[in-house]
């Protein structure tokens, strides 16, 4: 559950710091699209969710986790659903030194998102996503010691 641990404080660190005129900045700059991957996000209510889905889903992310003069300021953060945010983080394993992170912080948050798109996702959605992006998830996976098989068995609910 370590990498729980890290997620939880990468996104304390993250929700406190895009709070704010930055974060609304952020959000109309998106216009409702996700800046990851350009899928429509609905605005329900006081959130933006994914298209048809009844789960937030979206996030306002740092692209540059240092913390400098940059951190707060609109063009370091980005607009994502939760699979942008997650391939964000497994994108950078092994070079989370180039987003400001350690490895075990990003690695962390990489796997608590990947963790939250197991249990939420719907699983044809789901395993579209992963294998669109099966070589950066497999690498994600084995930082873990996990498998795609064993890890959907414990945690995602079309698996129960």
Same mark, same amino acid.
């Given at each position: 559950? @370590?990498?729980?641990? !890290?997620?939880? @404080?990468?996104?304390?660190?993250?929700?406190?710091?895009?709070?704010?005129?930055? #974060?609304?900045?952020?959000?109309?700059?998106?216009? !409702?699209?996700?800046?990851?991957?350009?899928?429509?996000?609905?605005?329900?209510?006081? =959130?933006?969710? =994914?298209?048809?889905?009844?789960?937030?889903?979206?996030?306002? !992310?740092?692209?540059?986790?240092?913390?400098?003069? =940059?951190?707060?300021?609109?063009?370091?953060?980005?607009?994502?659903? =939760?699979?942008?945010?997650?391939?964000?983080?497994?994108?950078?394993?092994?070079?989370?030194?180039?987003?400001?992170?350690?490895?075990?912080?990003?690695?962390?948050?990489?796997?608590?998102?990947?963790?939250?798109?197991?249990?939420?996702?719907?699983?044809?959605?789901?395993?579209?996503?992963?294998?669109?992006?099966?070589?950066? @998830?497999?690498?994600?996976?084995?930082?873990?010691?996990?498998?795609?098989?064993?890890?959907?068995?414990?945690?995602?609910?079309?698996? #129960?």
């Amino acid at each position: 559950m @370590l990498y729980a641990l !890290g997620a939880y @404080l990468i996104l304390e660190i993250s929700l406190g710091a895009a709070n704010g005129k930055a #974060r609304k900045k952020v959000k109309r700059r998106a216009n !409702g699209k996700c800046e990851g991957c350009d899928r429509q996000l609905e605005k329900i209510g006081s =959130r933006w969710q =994914r298209h048809n889905k009844g789960k937030a889903v979206n996030v306002v !992310g740092h692209l540059n986790h240092a913390n400098d003069e =940059r951190y707060h300021d609109a063009d370091n953060l980005r607009h994502f659903c =939760r699979f942008c945010e997650a391939l964000y983080h497994a994108k950078h394993i092994g070079q989370a030194h180039l987003i400001g992170l350690t490895e075990i912080d990003n690695s962390s948050a990489a796997m608590a998102w990947f963790t939250v798109l197991v249990r939420e996702s719907p699983r044809k959605e789901f395993m579209d996503f992963y294998r669109e992006n099966k070589p950066v @998830l497999d690498t994600l996976l084995a930082q873990f010691k996990k498998d795609l098989e064993s890890f959907t068995e414990k945690h995602a609910y079309w698996r #129960r």
